[in-house]
């Protein structure tokens, strides 16, 4: 198995631009889950699916911020508009269904830079 | 709730000698524990993990962590450090059979030749 796949893996852009990342899952997986890693705050958990259904989003920072996941083999974060402090790196996971024997896997992230 | 605790941002050891690293944890409920390493500009990989059953838990690359209940600990531990044990380490605590995980602050390891 290829584990978690995301791409990018770097993307740059400029204030105010729209930027959608984007995951694979595990086959086999149905629960997905976004995290936003800074150096102020850590791992931070944005939403979460099981299913492809949101079932957590709490931690989205803000309306400019929003994901989907129209099937189980794939998901998409979008930022629109991009702003500076949006700069992170943001990973995507995936586990089985929950047990507590299970953990997530974890893709390489993407290293997002807003100028 | 859950929380974890990481008592130090930083660990600093020479190549060869012991390694600890150490978390507390909190949690209402029978919790799963797991340390995850992440090196430079990857992702999180797991080490190993306690779900209730053996408290004494061995991972990969000679890791190892003891679950102790009445000191909710779950410290993480080595016998002789590698050069390439260097990286951050995360200690991750999840209540039940949730998929709500909470993260440390993460501890990094140095290294010294």
């Known amino acids: 198995d290829a584990g978690v796949i995301q791409s990018p893996r770097h993307e740059v852009t400029e204030m105010g631009q729209e930027v959608t990342l984007r995951c694979k899952p595990i086959?086999?997986?149905?629960?997905l889950f976004w995290y936003r890693q800074t150096m102020m705050r850590g791992l931070e958990l944005l939403i979460y699916?099981?299913?492809?259904?949101?079932?957590?989003d709490s931690g989205m920072p803000e309306d400019r911020f929003s994901a989907k996941m129209p099937n189980a083999s794939f998901s998409t974060l979008k930022i629109q508009p991009s702003e500076p402090r949006d700069s992170a790196v943001y990973f995507c996971?995936?586990?089985?269904?929950?047990?507590?024997?299970?953990?997530?896997?974890f893709g390489p992230g993407t290293r997002l830079t807003v100028l | 709730a859950q929380s974890v605790t990481q008592l130090d941002s930083h660990v600093s050891v020479s190549e060869g000698t012991p390694v600890l690293l150490r978390c507390n944890y909190s949690?209402?409920?029978?919790?799963?524990l797991f340390w995850y390493v992440q090196h430079p500009n990857k992702g999180l990989q797991l080490l190993l993990k306690?779900?209730?059953?053996?408290?004494l838990v061995k991972g990969i690359n000679g890791f190892e962590a003891e679950f102790k209940k009445s000191e909710t600990s779950f410290h993480l531990t080595k016998p002789s450090a590698h050069m390439s044990d260097a990286a951050e380490y995360f200690c991750?605590?999840?209540?039940?059979?949730?998929?709500?995980?909470?993260f440390g602050g993460g501890t990094r390891l140095m290294v010294k030749p």
């Open positions: 086959s086999g997986h149905n629960s």
């Open positions: 991750v605590v999840r209540e039940g059979a949730g998929n709500m995980l909470t």
């Open positions: 949690s209402s409920y029978s919790p799963s």
């Open positions: 996971a995936s586990s089985s269904p929950p047990d507590r024997r299970n953990e997530q896997f």
């Open positions: 306690y779900t209730s059953a053996a408290t």
């Open positions: 699916f099981n299913n492809n259904v949101p079932i957590d």
